[in-house]
């Protein structure tokens, strides 16, 4: 069966049934989203649809926390956790974390109710304290962890060298000798979607930390 799709980027999607293309006689089918190493990638790149179903698999999993929550210890509920429903929101979240908050709002709900039903508490209890308590980071402060492991690589050459030039020093720029000279230049972004991409967002982040972590060899 020939699973090869046709997928057209852009924020204005043309229509692609005028667009025609073949392979070895075949025409290859237009798609608006496709699965590409467990990942499903759409044509606007707002990881509505991959999202959407990393929800669904979580909330199909939570069903296994919420039968056994009241005869099972919380260490193995979190063991269940850590097998079932983390990697799912945990798996390339590097590349998709950065999608419009209103949409990981929805996927965060799902992964609260892990975390409700690990504690064996009501809907209504604060999650907050309870990730704490269970050292489990929701996906905005996973998503920071992630970015932030992708910094301190790029800044001790631990990257491909395709990324050699993706973040520039402030020194690179002009020759004052100013406090800030070590710092990474934050690149102009007028909207909030180039704001979202990891060379802004990984230069903030960057730039936020204390000098003593920035500093620290060790990952």
Same mark, same amino acid.
Not at 105 to 110: D, E, I, L, N, P
Not at 190 to 218: N, Q
């Given at each position: ?6 997928? @057209?980027?852009?924020? +204005? ?40 179903? @990393?929800?669904? +698999?979580? $909330? ?9 929550? =009241? ?17 799912? @929101? ?12 209103? #949409? ?25 304290? #309870?990730?704490?308590? #269970?050292?489990?980071? $929701? @996906?905005?402060?996973?998503?920071? =962890? ?53 060379? /802004? ?13 920035? /500093?620290?060899?060790?990952?």
């Amino acid at each position: 069966m020939n699973k090869t799709k046709l997928l @057209v980027f852009g924020t +204005k999607v043309p229509n692609t049934e005028n667009i025609i293309l073949t392979l070895n006689k075949t025409r290859v089918p237009a798609s608006r989203h496709t699965k590409f190493i467990g990942t499903i990638i759409d044509c606007k790149l707002s990881w509505k649809e991959h999202i959407s179903s @990393v929800c669904s +698999k979580i $909330s199909r999993r939570n069903g296994v926390l919420n039968n056994p929550k =009241y005869f099972l210890p919380q260490s193995t509920l979190l063991l269940l956790y850590s097998s079932l429903i983390f990697p799912h @929101v945990n798996y390339n979240l590097l590349l998709w974390g950065n999608a419009k908050k209103r #949409l990981l709002t929805v996927h965060s709900f799902a992964a609260k109710r892990a975390v409700l039903d690990i504690c064996n508490v009501s809907f209504t209890h604060h999650t907050g304290p #309870l990730f704490k308590s #269970l050292s489990i980071l $929701s @996906v905005f402060d996973l998503y920071k =962890y992630h970015l932030g492991v992708f910094m301190h690589n790029f800044i001790h050459n631990k990257l491909p060298k395709c990324y050699s030039n993706f973040y520039v020093q402030n020194r690179h720029y002009h020759d004052c000798d100013t406090r800030k000279k070590h710092l990474l230049t934050i690149p102009y972004s007028r909207t909030c979607l180039t704001k979202s991409r990891i060379r /802004h967002s990984g230069a903030v982040l960057w730039t936020s930390l204390h000098d003593h972590v920035k /500093h620290c060899i060790s990952l």
